[in-house]
């Protein structure tokens, strides 16, 4: 049996990643348990009063039930309370979810999640499993350590993460902002910029993620792939990783691969594969590319070279 951890930052690609893992034999993918609408996640990480964040042998009781049913297939609970807090959950707009994560303010919606909502269950109908994950930037080794995963960290040039955070209005959450921002100046001394606009809360919290999972990455020799280096010869490199990672390349994982490789927007996971490692040149015009750069400087390594 093959468990794979798979990390990036949102927009990364780390869904179109696991979706054709997914692919390989008797292998299930596990999309985001710990993600933003799924009922489970509110328990695991509410907690929290932010992003996760977890040193290594710390106790965390619900974050380990989340993540073990994700090892184990995230097979579906089907009691009525679990049933009930997926219903309620998926109601909830995400000012809701927020205010419970970063605040500890419960709705009485959100009350009732937190009380019901169920971990994923054991699925006997498989023998490997991808979990990924664009939330576990402060938990990876914690995940690691207890799981004993492969770990497969997919970057992505952050002009084309950025261009996507843009088109999608992430990171828009002063709260959140303000979480991340905590994080770089305890692990790295690094402060934000004041007063920031959208696009400057954006590139700082992309670098904050980005670096995090960098640096675990390096620390822990976990396997890194980029997400441009997959777009071109796509059957040819995903047939070398899939090697790398122990799973079983089939004719399905082939023909997922050619499907995908067509015209998508927004969260659909069909793309152009030729056109994606330099798609942001016709996204970003030069006063975003500006800022981007002047905003990625703050953190080592992270800079895109050749622009």
């Excluded at 009525?80 to 809701?96: F, K, P, T």
């Excluded at 497969?152 to 993460?161: A, D, F, G, I, Q």
Aim: with cysteine; net charge neutral.
């Amino acid at each position: 049996m093959s468990r794979v951890l798979l990390l990036g930052v949102p927009r990364s690609g780390t869904t179109w990643c696991g979706r054709v893992l997914g692919q390989t034999d008797q292998t299930i993918y596990v999309n985001e348990p710990d993600g933003d609408t799924e009922a489970f996640a509110l328990p695991a990480r509410s907690g929290f009063n932010g992003p996760p964040s977890l040193s290594v042998g710390q106790s965390a009781e619900a974050y380990e039930r989340l993540w073990q049913g994700a090892f184990d297939g995230a097979g579906r609970p089907h009691s009525v309370g679990a049933r009930v807090a997926r219903y309620l959950n998926s109601s909830a707009s995400s000012a809701e979810r927020f205010s419970a994560w970063f605040d500890s303010d419960f709705t009485p919606r959100m009350r009732a999640v937190k009380r019901l909502a169920k971990p994923g269950e054991l699925r006997s109908d498989f023998l490997n499993v991808v979990a990924k994950s664009v939330r576990a930037e402060f938990t990876a080794e914690w995940i690691a350590d207890r799981f004993k995963p492969t770990v497969l960290l997919v970057e992505r040039s952050p002009m084309n993460v950025l261009a996507s955070w843009i088109d999608l209005s992430y990171a828009h959450s002063t709260r959140e902002f303000k979480a991340y921002a905590d994080q770089a100046k305890m692990r790295w001394g690094i402060r934000p910029p004041e007063d920031p606009a959208l696009l400057e809360r954006q590139v700082f919290t992309y670098g904050v993620m980005a670096l995090a999972l960098r640096e675990s990455a390096e620390a822990n020799n976990w396997q890194r792939v980029q997400h441009e280096y997959l777009c071109i010869d796509s059957s040819q490199r995903f047939q070398s990783l899939t090697s790398r990672l122990n799973l079983g390349w089939n004719e399905n994982v082939e023909r997922f691969i050619q499907d995908s490789n067509r015209s998508g927007e927004g969260y659909q996971t069909t793309r152009h594969t030729a056109d994606q490692p330099e798609s942001w040149r016709t996204r970003l015009d030069n006063n975003a590319v500006e800022q981007i750069l002047l905003g990625l400087s703050r953190f080592p390594g992270l800079t895109p070279s050749g622009i």
